[in-house]
């Protein structure tokens, strides 16, 4: 007797489907970052903060996370034109975002060419979107092959300026612009202020204006001395405006929207009474934090600086108000793609604000500094015509207060720094600083 065969099953026809890339919290975090400021016009902090991978992620990949998603930043014009010729069609910006990450590993952060596609490849298909996958494995693959000279005939620093802003910036001389974009092109490096008597860190290098730099990517609290509150971070540019008010020891004064809390440091540690006045709770936080790891005794007071007044007038105020952020481009290249024009209006309304209530805190003869790390003229000159509009009297910055930066020097007597200058050294942020007394 001879036994029929087994019947076998039948396999649906068809592919397997391909399994679910592993994770990658570096690229995934990048990823969301990088949609949060393109798509929603969110800063790159806050589009970290809300990463949902953020939160599953160790520090390492957070960190990495961020330089990746930066460095596109910095460079998206020059990669969305280094894309176009390879895409017959617009691609939705969830994909236009992984291409771009993709990219800038290849041009920018000399990743080796089968990761940077191969990871991309795999973020699309962990995000929902593997039928781009394809055509990301295709399009990255042709510039790897091609290399840098898909750079070619490109005017990088124009591409990655938006052209408000390179237009906004050319009232600042012939030429800035384009120093302003080749500032902002690499990381910024990391500096910091020493507590008088204190000893630096190695492996720093001093500025002329007496801040300690040390290379991109230095982790501040790996430096000897960080946790005995030897020193704070504060970008050489940023120390100008409370060197320029000039606080005397036993003085009165209020650094006003204090947070983080670099300039009201160096206001107190000259002797003088210093009160800080900060709105915002979570600043608020990082503000004490600071402050208490620097050891330092500051009044701090949560309030809002428009309506909050001393208890007597005081001898100087230090206004660094909130504005557009554009001189920060080099630690913050989100900045350039999320603040529109529009933004400028509700900003220097509020400056306004503030210049006059600081004007009615001060004494007679009493000192203010108002600064902004904005390169945007509404925000700077403008606003310091409108202090002397409102009865301030201008009190002009000498040469010999800006020995070590003589080019910051404007013939008005004003402060004003950019990503341009210092290059041999790495650059700076944009600033720009107005002096006025109270009338007496």
Known sequence: ??????????????????????????????????????????MLETSLARSAQT??????????????????????????????????????????????????????????PHAAVGTTVDLLRRRGLAPFAGLANAVLRKIATNGATVLDGLDQPRLDIPAWLWSAWSGLGAGVPRA??????????????????????????????????FPAGTRVVDLA????????????????PARLLAVREGEQVADLCAAPGGKTAQLAVTGAQVTAVENNPARMTRLQENMERLGLAVHI???????????????????????????TARRHPDVLWVK??????ALTAAQDRLLAAARDMLRPGGRLVYAVCSLQEEEG????????????????????????????????????????????????????????????
């Open 1 to 42: 007797m001879t036994s029929s065969p087994r019947p076998t099953r039948s396999r649906p026809r068809g592919k397997r489907p391909m399994p679910t890339p592993a994770a990658d919290p570096t690229r995934d975090v990048a990823f969301d970052i990088l949609c949060g400021v393109v798509e929603h016009r969110r």
């Open 55 to 112: 939160h599953e992620a160790e520090p390492r990949d957070r960190a990495a996370a961020h330089r990746l998603a930066a460095a596109t930043l910095r460079h998206m014009g020059t990669l969305r034109a280094v894309l176009e010729p390879f895409l017959r069609k617009e691609p939705p910006e969830p994909v236009r975002a992984a291409l771009m990450l993709g990219a800038a590993q290849l041009l920018f952060l000399e990743t080796p």
């Open 180 to 213: 302003i974009a080749r500032g902002i092109s690499t990381e910024a490096p990391l500096d910091i202020t020493l507590r008088p008597g204190a000893t630096p860190p190695e492996g720093g290098v001093l500025l002329p204006n007496s801040s300690w730099r």
């Open 225 to 240: 001395g960080y946790e005995q509150g030897a020193f704070w971070v504060q970008d050489a540019a940023a120390t100008l």
């Open 301 to 327: 007071v949560q309030a809002d600086a428009c309506a909050w007044r001393p208890d007597a007038p005081l001898d100087a105020i230090l206004l660094d108000a909130p504005c557009s952020a554009t001189g």
């Open 340 to 345: 529109r024009p529009r933004d400028l209006t």
């Open 381 to 440: 000159p403008a606003r310091a015509r409108a202090a002397q509009a409102m009865g301030l009297v201008p009190d002009p910055f000498t040469p010999d207060e800006l020995a070590m930066l003589p080019e910051a020097l404007t013939p008005e007597g004003w402060l004003r720094t950019h990503p341009g200058l210092w290059p041999e050294l790495g650059g700076m942020d944009g600033f720009f600083a107005a002096r006025f007394t109270r009338p007496a």
